[in-house]
């Protein structure tokens, strides 16, 4: 039995696809501090398409910000490569997708492993505070920090665990994931879809103009998201995340089905 004064984590989602698109698989890495519930939804409607999803928890995330002080990037990247590739072991091709920090993981996936493309919502490569610079010094004197919000929020509310403070540790972790994402970048070969939101304020614009500056751009397509806040999953642009993820995931899997049989 859970007791009250810790909250359960929120369960990983997998579907295993049905019709015409099931033998397309779409592995989705939620945010830093967030849940499968902040992308719960997108992976709803594309397993309603008929698509093989996972979305997997990653180490720290779900229960406090205890928890996410003893882990390591390495162990929300390797959790989620697990569950790409397990999903690419059972799908004929098999896309990654993520939300903001997800957004990086998804990233190195695709620059170590043959996808056939991928899907990023407000993915994070950079930060806002400058002082992030100084965190590998500032989380011996200084263990946490207030968690970065938005000062209007417009996305439907989740609820993630105990997150009320966000350990510099942590913070120092995905320094290092944006840093490794962002030297990986040029090894990308598959096609992207960037969704950027045109007010976010938790992770700027210089994280999609990284990825515009280093990926090929006949093979990358930024979407803006007029309406929605950091995370547009669950706000008012939502539904063109949805349908046009969905076309992009049908496009490229017959693109490289008949790639491949040529």
């Known amino acids: 039995m859970t007791e ?50 996972s979305v997997p928890l990653l180490p720290g995330h779900g229960t406090s910000w205890h928890d996410l002080a003893t882990t390591r990037w390495q162990d929300w990247y390797r959790t989620f490569e697990r569950s790409y590739l397990d999903l690419a072991g059972r799908t004929e091709t098999c896309f990654v997708a993520g939300l903001s920090m997800g957004g990086a993981v998804a990233l190195r996936v695709a620059s170590l492993h043959d996808v056939p493309g991928l899907v990023l919502v407000n993915p994070g490569l950079s930060f806002y505070d400058r002082r992030v610079r100084y965190v590998g010094a500032l989380k011996y004197v200084m263990r946490t920090t207030s968690p970065i919000e938005e000062e209007k929020p417009t996305a439907a ?67 803006t998201l007029p309406a929605s806040g950091h995370v547009a999953t669950l706000d008012v642009d939502a539904p063109t995340i949805f349908e046009e993820s969905a076309e992009f995931f049908r496009q490229h899997a017959a693109d490289r089905v008949a790639s491949e049989s040529s």
Request: proline share 10%.
């Open 4 to 53: 009250r004064n810790q909250p359960a984590a929120p369960l990983a989602f997998h579907h295993p696809g049905h019709g015409a698109n099931a033998s397309t698989g779409v592995a989705i890495c939620h945010g830093f501090t967030g849940s499968p519930l902040s992308v719960l939804p997108w992976a709803e409607y594309l397993a309603g398409q008929g698509f093989s999803v």
């Open 157 to 223: 509310p989740t609820e993630d665990g105990d997150y009320s403070k966000t350990p510099l540790r942590s913070v120092h972790e995905l320094k290092k994931l944006f840093r490794q994402a962002t030297r990986t970048l040029p090894q990308i070969q598959a096609p992207a879809l960037v969704f950027k939101s045109s007010v976010d304020g938790v992770i700027p614009p210089s994280s999609v103009a990284m990825i515009s500056r280093h990926m090929d751009p006949s093979r990358l397509k930024v979407v």
